[in-house]
C-alpha cells in the first residue's frame, strides 16, 4: 500500500513517461499504481506462461508484457526500470550481470528492493534468498536519491531505493561477475 501511495510522486519527480517493471510478476499490484493515461508500461518476467496470461487480460495501448531475463536480455529503453523483490534472489555474479546489463541500457533511474538493516551481503546460488544491502560489500552503491518502505511487520525492513543510472557508472565495472569471482576466489584462499 505504501509503495502505491508513493510511486506517483516518484514518477513526477523523474518526469517518467516510460517504465520497465522487472519483475512484473502477476501484475496484481501495480496496476493500482495511479499513472496518467500516456505513461507507457511494460512489464517484464522471464515466465512465458505469466507473459502471455498478462498480455491477454491487462495489456492495451500503454501497457504491454514481454518475456525478459533481466541477467541476459537487452533491456528496453526507460525513464524507470522498477526491480522489486528479485536482486534478493540472484547470486552475487548474477546481480552483477543484471548491473552491467543496466549499463548497457537506456534506462535513466533504477528503483531496486534493498534490506537497508542488513549488516552483510552473503551470497547465494540464483533462486534461494537472503537479504541484500545494495549500500554494502559487494556492491557499495552510494545512498541512494530517496527510499520508499516496502514491507509489512513479521517480514525484514526493507525499502525500494532510487538511483540515477549515471551516477553508478563508475561503481558498477568495479562490480563485474569477473571482479566478484577473483575477489571470491581471494576470500577462500585467504
Not at 498478462?54 to 504491454?64: A, D, I, L, P
Not at 551470497?123 to 560489500?137: M, T
Request: glycine letters at 4%; a neutral charge.
Amino acid at each position: 500500500a505504501n509503495l502505491r501511495r508513493e510511486l506517483p510522486g516518484v514518477f513526477e519527480k523523474c518526469s517518467v513517461q516510460t517504465i520497465l517493471d522487472a519483475p512484473c510478476g502477476d501484475y496484481n499490484w501495480f496496476r493500482h499504481v495511479g499513472r496518467d493515461g500516456d505513461m507507457q508500461y511494460s512489464g517484464a518476467d522471464i515466465v512465458s506462461e505469466l507473459i502471455e496470461s498478462n498480455q491477454e487480460k491487462y495489456g492495451n495501448s500503454n501497457t504491454r508484457f514481454i518475456r525478459l531475463d533481466i541477467t541476459k536480455d537487452p533491456l528496453p529503453k526507460a525513464d524507470l526500470w522498477m526491480c522489486r523483490d528479485a536482486l534478493f534472489h540472484l547470486s552475487h555474479e548474477d546481480i552483477a550481470l543484471a548491473f552491467e546489463n543496466l549499463m548497457k541500457s537506456k534506462v535513466k533511474y533504477v528503483l531496486f528492493t534493498s534490506h537497508h538493516e542488513c549488516t552483510e551481503n552473503k551470497d547465494i546460488l540464483s533462486g534461494d534468498f537472503r537479504p541484500l544491502n545494495l549500500e554494502l560489500a559487494p556492491f557499495d552503491l552510494p545512498k541512494p536519491i530517496l527510499a520508499i518502505d516496502d514491507w509489512i511487520k513479521g517480514f525484514e525492513p526493507r525499502r525500494m531505493c532510487l538511483w540515477e543510472t549515471k551516477s553508478l557508472s563508475k561503481i558498477i565495472p568495479a562490480i563485474s561477475p569477473r571482479v566478484l569471482k577473483a575477489k571470491a576466489k581471494e576470500h577462500k584462499l585467504a
